[in-house]
């Protein structure tokens, strides 16, 4: 006998006494198969430039992003998410590029879905990519971001992205009202089985930031709170999601994910079709920012954040460490 021993019939160290127990045990696994790899796309060919805020992350031409998915499929990650950063002068105030057949992500979709036809391709659906105002949706004179004018631009880039083979369209743009007339648009010309991944809960965020230098994409004006959520907000979240699955949303999105996981539990325990989050651009520059200056363990810190994210109720995970993160779990198995 010890000469100390507590009298405890519970002892929750007894789970955790080895590795096997431990597996064993555990509430949550992450797995490739959750990953969404977002990705930044540019015209020309056979180029590829870095992005200062993300490093690690490149803007690439569609040739040079073919060869990334070959590694991706290799690896097991199967849901691509391409963001396309637009020259200058293709830009207006009106995003009229964003529905153009033969503009850069209907080409980038096209190409992927030819040679490799089981990668699932989720395309974005917003303006700002391509409004001179660097605004999700249409600025009027005084201002003003114009919803009903806006989600007329959003539905027929969604069904010129459909008609280009894109599996998910994904409104991230936070007007009232696109994902029901999204869902219209997209029947009546058709496209019964292209599904739709609705932003939900996004948020007027600063973690952005890097997001928006990669693809130039910045407000010129003003900021985002007319139409992104406030952070303050939780319920509000409910509220956005309820009315996303009403009007036809196959899936829901909180985002950002970490600094929003309390809004990510709440909607997952709400939500009757499946959750994602969104691990954006900020949370992957801090995360990397510490890491190259030694202060975290880079590894056990990206599978520690996906793991979060994932107990707080997603179900798939966007996270630029996709591919990262795949060959970690390799690893460990
Ligand atoms: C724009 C859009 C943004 C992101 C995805 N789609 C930026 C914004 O709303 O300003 C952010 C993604 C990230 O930061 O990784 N519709």
Redesign the pocket.
Known sequence: MNEFTLDLNQRPRRNRKSATVRALVRETEISVKDFVY?VFIMEGENKEEPIPSMPGMTRKTVDVLLKEIEECVALGVKAIAP?PSIAEEKKDHKGSESYNPNGLVPTCVRAIKEKFPDVVVMT?A?L??FNIDGH?GIVAENGEILNDETVDVLCKMAVCHAKAGADFVCP??MMDGRIGAIRSALDAAGFTNTSIMA?SA?YASA??????DALD??PKAGD?KTY?MDPANRREAIREVALDINEGADIVMV??ACYYLDVLREVADFSEVPVAA?Q???E?AMLCAAAENGWLDRNRVILESLMGIKRAGAKMIWT?FAKEAAKLLQGES
């Open positions: 977002p963001f974005d917003a700002d990519p999700d991230s743009d932003y996004k973690f952005y930031g890097p997001f928006r994409s910045a985002k992104q985002k950002p969104y954006v651009s900020g992957y630029y």
